[in-house]
């Protein structure tokens, strides 16, 4: 049986991004294998240092994949910190890691022109990442495209520790990305993320909802004239939601003429709202009993701190650093 291990930072409201691109994998991976999800909070230190917000947003990412359909007695579902583990694993994964490794990271790059501060926790993020997926021995790692680079950044730290030590001590994963939806757009034709600020909230419903959806930008092309589907951003997201005869009736209504961007997105506010409608009651209901969501995050935190020990002692054992010195 396979490993799956996949985590989403507590840094924001979740969007459709993180939905397709990754979250609606980790729902269905959990029937297939042995999965492990998590809230990665150390990570979310590198973009956000108030602990209030910290907080908030954990307990929201933690609702955000309940409802969604994680399944705490399919998958293990735990807090990164409940774990410290992953920080000591960081550590010493971080001494066989080449500065240059590091200074290729494609995502460190774009942070800092988005205009976050070039702090170490944000230069060594993917050896954090690394140990995160290492820890539990993964074979399978559900993410955007995105995420691509950090994952082959694991497998060579991976590879370089068991090559020090002679031993196959840390198991190398294969990233899991879905081509169809590896780089999810926003309103405005960029990759959707928190930092370029042209997302659509998951969760978001009613005027904020409809706001975002009325804001998707489009070309100038008059209401009567024929339109490219594939060209238009506003219908690379209702391919996410509609089955092929759908968009092959939409994409016809583009093509036909006298269909506006503006019906497109009124098509697609109401497939948003249709598709999460029962996620979002869910939500509401988990929101209205917070101790068992924390009981859920605190009983995965306890098997996720036992399944790390399996990997740690060995690591502990080779590295010297047990009391067996
Ligand atoms: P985060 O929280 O930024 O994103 C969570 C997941 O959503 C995916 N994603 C997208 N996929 C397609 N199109 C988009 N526009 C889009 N935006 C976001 C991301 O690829 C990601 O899979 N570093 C990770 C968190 C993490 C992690 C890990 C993941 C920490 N440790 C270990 C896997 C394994 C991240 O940035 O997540």
Redesign the pocket.
Known sequence: MNTI?????S?GKLHL??Y???LRQHIQMQEEGDAFYFI?NY?SLTSINDGEEIRQNTIDVALDYLALGLDPDKATFFVQSDVPQHAELAWILGTFCPVSLMEKGVAYKDKIQQGLKPNIGLFTYPIL?AA??LMYDADL?P?????KQ?IEICRDLAGKFNHNYGEELLKLPEPHILES????P?IDGQ???KSYDNTIGIFDEGKTLEKQVMSIQTDSTPLDEPKDPESCNVFALIKLFADEEKQNEIAQKYRDGGYGYGHAKKELLAMIEDYFAEARAKRKELAQDLDTVRDILSEGGKKARARAEKVMEPVREATGLLKSY
């Open positions: 291990l996949s985590g989403i930072q840094s991004g993180n397709f691109g990754a990665a990570h990442q995160d997926i790692v993410v955007g495209k995105d995420q950090n939806v590896a780089v999810v926003g990759k959707m993320s």
